[in-house]
């Protein structure tokens, strides 16, 4: 049998260290990763091997040349264009004419290939996926399985919400040469995501080996350490004799190396050919000095990788670091937990480089200098950036003008150049601070700007929406900490850009790939004037204002001193409503200070004084809504979610709604009476909108006031909600009769008819490193049952139902439960919550 080593891979996430070697090539344990694969392959009697080459192939030929020097036969296939994992292997099709195996050539393994091959041979299979259990499989592509390994299901790269196993690919394979048929030629192709989903639905024999050995993908830096540590510790099974002489247990020692009488070594620790360790150096746990490594005296090294050839004067303190070859530190320099080292660096006398610094290969550190940021030649390694809403911090310290700068640039720069963004933000200095860095970087990378200035996030989801826009950001205090912003990017239909897009931006911002426009590009900035006039209009055009204006509403209005008092106004003075307003202007100290359930009260307050037909209060971004009824009760966010559903339900035939898959079975069972069809999402904003933006949707909500209607934003809008209830209690949405009189009602007859919501909610504190297996274990108890996975687990019951979604930023994991009463929703939540503690080991 032949061997396929895909050794193509760029290596992106262990930069600054693959920044000029293919990640292939990058040293562990002092040899380069792929010659590790090759002894495993020649382990199991794979002595004919093709290899798969495309960034700086240079490096790999030259290091491996025919293969005879490891004892196999080596030859290459190079790839001109990105051809992706499947692809790479056709393009090496000429020399495959039989059953082959394909493992990729930067990983660490101990994998028995023989009982692969055993059960692809056993299985009479056409493709073998070996697979193995990790704790934490998001970076993974996930593969469901039948007990005989026959494969169900693939999830490549999940979030925590589908995350229903912690079986995971490894990128080794046992091929049949029939799967060349599943693989097009000519273009980029992968095996996870095409050529095995193809084979899944062709029902040919697909298969699961779930391994249990030793397997790390070494996708970024902290995993770099990690596998060292773990060979170390004897974890993962290598030619140790390629080490050295194990001079005491877990103490490994080079050809030609010196250790002065001095020196102290803790161990575990290798220590290369022909190193030099001075009198007083340390050497703790977990060292690995590459090949002529010198280490001066009194040097200080705890966790860290040294690669060859580095220079570590006297006194050098290292603490979980890493440094590249032929780096140059001199006296007294100290690498603190996380800092990596390029190639050749030179760090100049007690300098000092903080925590999780990056400095790109041939740098030059001057002396007595602090780095507290890292200093980039190429990219930088990837950290999640974005959160559930946006981009938030700190104003000014975790969120400040650089970083917009930057993170704009980034933005822009996945943009075609000369399109155009919308801007906005609240009344607050801080966001106005931040909104103009966000405006210099979008031209800074040949972007136009229209610039709404002080605005609400509709309006500004409108403005793009309504113009040749491709995306937006607007900049704002975030509604449950004024100390913080929130700086939320929008796509060109004007809803928050989704996970993709997210990845991408952050890609760009870490690696520095702005595009930097010439003088004469540099982007324009404009000041539309009209928007609130056209928003006005476009809005009154989706519900019958004649019949709203017959129904003479009395309502009470409070706007939380936020920016929908700026359109309010002119919204109401086209449907001749009485109108008691109350804080009716834009005020930071006022915003700052919001508190829902007080202003919600005040208002409740003034209803039952004024005998109003109803009551609102618009959340200082114009995004969310709390109803008060008419007499006086302010509605919980479930009642108000549940009333319009059934106004609309009663109004639209053939409705069709989304809601999030959390909401009570009450709104399922409204649906079905209807006769409506009921889509649901996960529970992230940005799916909730996706899925509004759809053909053919009438409503869409959320579980926190904010309410959809998608036929004219697909985005949460408490003017258009409000404006649209209005509608819907006066008896008409775009089917009534032309000059029929209006059916008018009153919200409190509408949320009187609800039946009631009883939903309970536990937490439960999950290690990171277990959420998969807690996820997995979970679908396999649940065999039976009903099971919903639109995000998380949802398994039903005829009394109601019970929903368990992992956090996806923080080690928690969520559980809803519903049942016939509060106090039985209350037992089937916490009742599962101690379920799932027990699952954790």
Request: proline share 5%.
């Amino acid at each position: 049998m032949k061997a396929v080593i895909m050794a193509g891979g760029e290596g992106t996430r262990l930069r600054p260290l693959t920044a000029n070697q293919p990640k292939p090539m990058l040293a562990m344990a002092n040899r380069p990763m792929m010659e590790h694969i090759v002894d495993l392959l020649r382990s199991h009697g794979f002595d004919e091997i093709v290899v798969t080459v495309a960034f700086m192939a240079n490096a790999v030929r030259t290091y491996f040349g025919d293969g005879s020097e490891f004892g196999v036969r080596m030859v290459y296939a190079t790839e001109e264009t990105p051809l992706g994992t499947a692809g790479s292997v056709r393009n090496a099709m000429d020399e495959l004419g039989e059953r082959f195996l394909v493992i990729s050539g930067d990983v660490l393994t101990d994998i028995d290939l023989g009982k692969v091959l055993a059960f692809h041979e056993e299985r009479g299979a056409l493709a073998t996926i070996a697979l193995k259990s990790m704790e934490n499989p998001l970076e993974f592509g996930i593969v469901i399985t039948k007990e005989d390994g026959q494969i169900e299901r693939f999830l490549e790269k999940p979030t925590w919400g589908q995350v229903f196993s912690d079986t995971v690919n490894t990128g080794i394979y046992v091929l049949e040469p029939e799967v060349f048929d599943f693989i097009p030629a000519g273009r980029a192709v992968d095996f996870s995501s095409e050529v095995f989903p193809a084979i899944l639905e062709s029902n040919r024999p697909l298969y699961g080996y779930v391994a249990k050995c030793y397997w790390e993908d070494v996708g970024n830096l902290d995993a770099y350490l990690r596998a060292h540590y773990d060979i170390l510790d004897g974890k993962v099974h290598l030619e140790v004799s390629e080490f050295g002489f194990e001079v005491r247990p877990g103490v490994w020692l080079g050809e030609g190396a010196e250790l002065d009488p001095e020196a102290k070594v803790d161990g575990p620790a290798l220590i290369g050919v022909n190193c030099r360790v001075g009198a007083g150096a340390h050497l703790a746990e977990y060292c690995v000095l590459g090949a002529n490594v010198r280490v001066g005296p009194n040097a200080d090294i705890q966790r860290s990788v040294v690669h060859d050839n580095a220079y570590l004067a006297a006194g050098v303190r290292l603490r979980g670091s890493v440094l590249g070859r032929a780096c140059d530190l001199r006296q007294g320099v100290q690498c603190d937990e996380g800092v990596v080292l390029g190639d050749e660096c030179f760090v100049g006398a007690h300098a000092s480089i903080r925590n999780g610094v990056k400095v790109y290969p041939f740098k030059t550190v001057e002396t007595g200098a602090i780095i507290n940021s890292s200093i980039v030649w190429e990219s930088r390694g990837a950290r999640t950036i974005f959160g559930r809403e946006g981009v938030r911090g700190l104003a000014n310290v975790d969120v400040s003008p650089e970083l917009a700068v930057r993170l704009c640039m980034a933005y822009a720069s996945t943009l075609p150049k000369g399109s155009m963004i919308v801007t906005s933000r609240d009344s607050s200095r801080a966001a106005r601070v931040l909104k103009r860095a966000v405006m210099v970087g979008a031209n800074a990378a040949g972007i136009d700007v229209e610039d709404l200035e002080v605005a609400p996030v509709p309006v500004t989801r409108y403005h793009v929406r309504a113009t040749s826009a491709l995306g937006g950001v607007s900049v704002r205090l975030a509604s449950d900490d004024r100390q913080s912003v929130l700086m939320r990017f929008f796509d060109e239909h004007g809803i928050d850009i989704d996970e993709v897009t997210q990845k991408k931006i952050e890609r760009v911002y870490y690696r520095e790939e702005f595009r930097r426009a010439l003088a004469g590009e540099i982007g324009d900035i404009g000041f539309p004037s009209r928007t609130i006039d056209t928003y006005a209009a476009d809005l009154m055009d989706t519900v019958e204002v004649r019949a709203i204006r017959k129904a003479h509403f009395k309502v009470v209005l409070d706007y939380a001193y936020g920016t929908a008092s700026f359109v309010m106004p002119n919204v109401l003075a086209k449907l001749g409503a009485e109108v008691l307003a109350v804080n009716p202007f834009a005020a930071t100290a006022g915003a700052t200070g919001y508190d829902p359930e007080r202003h919600a009260s005040g208002v409740a307050a003034l209803v039952r004084a004024s005998r109003a037909n109803l009551g609102a209060v618009i959340d200082p971004d114009g995004e969310h809504l709390t109803l008060v009824d008419d007499s006086g009760k302010v509605l919980s966010d479930d009642q108000a979610l549940l009333a319009l559903l059934s106004l609309v339900l009663h109004r639209t035939p053939d409705a069709r709604v989304a809601l999030p898959v959390a909401v009570s079975r009450v709104a399922e069972e409204m649906a079905r009476k209807a006769g409506a069809e009921l889509v649901w999402t996960k529970l992230s904003t940005a799916h909730l909108m996706e899925i509004a933006s759809e053909p053919g949707m009438d409503f869409a909500a959320s579980q926190s006031g904010g309410f959809i209607f998608p036929r004219f934003l697909p985005a949460y809008d408490a003017v258009a909600a409000f404006v649209h209830l209005l509608s819907l209690l006066a008896g008409t949405v775009g089917s009534a009769a032309v000059g029929s009189e209006p059916e008018v009602c009153s919200l409190s007859a509408v949320v009187r008819d609800l039946p009631p919501v009883h939903i309970a909610y536990e937490a439960v504190v999950t290690p990171w490193d277990q959420k998969g297996m807690l996820m997995r274990q979970i679908v396999e108890r649940s065999a039976t049952r009903d099971l919903l996975l639109v995000d998380g687990v949802k398994i039903l019951d005829p009394n109601g139902w019970i929903l368990v979604v992992p956090d996806p930023e923080e080690p928690l994991t969520h559980v809803w439960a519903e049942d016939m009463s509060d106090s039985r929703a209350k037992a089937k939540a916490q009742d599962y919550a101690v379920r799932l503690r027990q699952m954790l080991r």
